[in-house]
């Protein structure tokens, strides 16, 4: 008994050196573990771990994961510096605890330096779930557990198969509208079209039927697992359209003024961006508001010139319905058609001035008017019988006769002589 004391001594020497060092430098770590449950019994669940540390300069260290899943059977596991991976099954349902915790590397007596645990549900029916969309101009526009009254309505299955499990099955699909209406297919969707205003439930009954060897007798054998599914539905008034009323052109600084008509039932959830492309509107990544109408005014400024593009979706609860107008933005400066326009009255002066030069050249020259001295004054008879006594005197002849008419012949010609003869000249 007593050379066995320094044989416990040294032991515990050495223990108490392997725990100092699990610690090196109190370096925080945390460690995350995640599965992709719930999955049927029979298949693979595949479960995470991955170590991070708070201290950066720690990295020089190797690590090991130790791993408890009993009584899951464990297919494989890989392990890297930071994580590890391990899949496992079982053929019996139930909830499992899957616990992990890290040492560092060849140190098994070390504390571990992070431990972690997750939850494994393992199930014995097909596991998946249903999704509602709503179809609007073929093409899918809402997402979730809600529709609208009078439109076509895609309702589907999503098969949870993360290990393949299903791979060689055969599937059959009975559904349940909650009105009277069923149907069978064999396609993992349906339409439906939802006519009924308030709130339905849709029942989905999934069967999944396929051959394997036996694991007794070695034969083939029939192997056949079931799911049902259950999807509450809300029948609401869609959004069917929206029209954007304004102008696709604007210039630089100028306010653009845009009207929208949204064809739904309000109040509404309106969101708006304008970008240099058109882009999906995804999360609250834009200028959103609240209207009680089917109408929103909206005014835009521009700075730079380009092409633009405002994006709009209108939501109702969980459907949505988005639309695009593309705006072309002009530099400042002069708009083509005010060009056109002055073109075109300089082309019209520029014609007239020709057409009026054209008609004044044609256009006769005004007339000159002569005005003559002539004395008016009136002479009397007495005058006018000396005149005549000194021509012929008191005895008329022939010959008197024809001098006196040759006289006045010659005084009318030189007055009309002088008539034509201007002596001052006006210009009227």
């Not at 198969?161 to 969707?189: C, H, L, M, R």
């Not at 029942?203 to 259950?230: C, N, Y």
């Not at 509450?232 to 306010?255: F, P, Q, Y």
Request: aromatic share 10%; charged share 15%; net charge negative.
């Amino acid at each position: 008994m007593v050379p066995a004391a320094p044989s416990m001594l040294r032991l515990t020497c050495v223990l108490l050196l392997l725990l100092g060092r699990a610690d090196p430098a109190a370096v925080d770590y945390g460690l995350e573990i995640t599965n992709n449950g719930p999955i049927t019994s029979g298949a693979q669940a595949t479960i995470h771990a991955s170590l991070s540390t708070k201290n950066d300069s720690d990295t020089s260290h190797l690590f090991h994961f130790n791993w408890i899943y009993a009584p899951l059977i464990l297919i494989e596991k890989s392990e890297q510096r930071f994580s590890s991976v391990i899949n496992v099954t079982s053929e019996f349902p139930g909830i499992y605890p899957v616990s992990v915790w890290v040492t560092h590397k060849n140190c098994w007596l070390c504390r571990p330096i992070a431990r972690n645990v997750t939850m494994l549900e393992i199930t014995e029916y097909i596991t998946g779930n249903l999704t509602i969309a709503q179809i609007e101009d073929s093409r899918i526009t809402t997402r979730g557990s809600s529709s609208s009254m009078g439109s076509m309505t895609r309702i589907s299955f999503c098969l949870h198969d993360p290990s393949n499990y299903f791979k060689s099955a055969s599937f059959v699909y009975s559904w349940d509208f909650g009105d009277g209406v069923y149907q069978i297919t064999k396609e993992p969707f349906v339409y439906y079209n939802c006519s009924t205003p308030g709130n339905g439930t849709v029942h989905l009954k999934v069967i999944a039927e396929w051959e394997q060897v036996g694991s007794i007798v070695h034969e083939r054998e029939t192997v056949q697992k079931t799911g049902d599914f259950t999807t509450a539905l809300e029948l609401l008034d869609a959004v069917k359209s929206i029209d954007v009323v304004g102008s696709r052109e604007t210039h630089v600084m100028e306010n653009l003024s845009l009207s929208l008509h949204i064809n739904g039932t309000p109040p509404l959830a309106l969101c708006w961006l304008i970008k240099s492309e058109c882009i999906p509107l995804e999360g609250e990544k834009c200028h959103l508001v609240v209207i009680n109408g089917s109408c929103y005014n909206l005014s835009h400024t521009f700075s730079d010139a380009g092409q633009y593009c405002l994006s709009v979706r209108v939501e109702k609860g969980v459907m949505m319905l988005q639309t695009y107008h593309e705006i072309e933005v002009r530099p400042t400066g002069i708009h083509p058609t005010f060009f056109v326009l002055l073109c075109i009255t300089l082309a019209s002066g520029m014609l007239g001035l020709v057409l009026y030069t054209t008609f004044r050249s044609n256009t006769p020259q005004k007339d000159l008017v002569e005005v003559a001295d002539f004395d008016f004054s009136p002479l009397s008879d007495k005058d006018m019988s000396s005149h005549l006594g000194s021509g012929c005197g008191q005895i008329c002849c022939r010959s008197c006769f024809l001098h006196s008419s040759q006289e006045a012949a010659r005084e009318s010609h030189e007055l009309l002589y002088s008539f034509y003869k201007p002596l001052k000249t006006y210009t009227v």
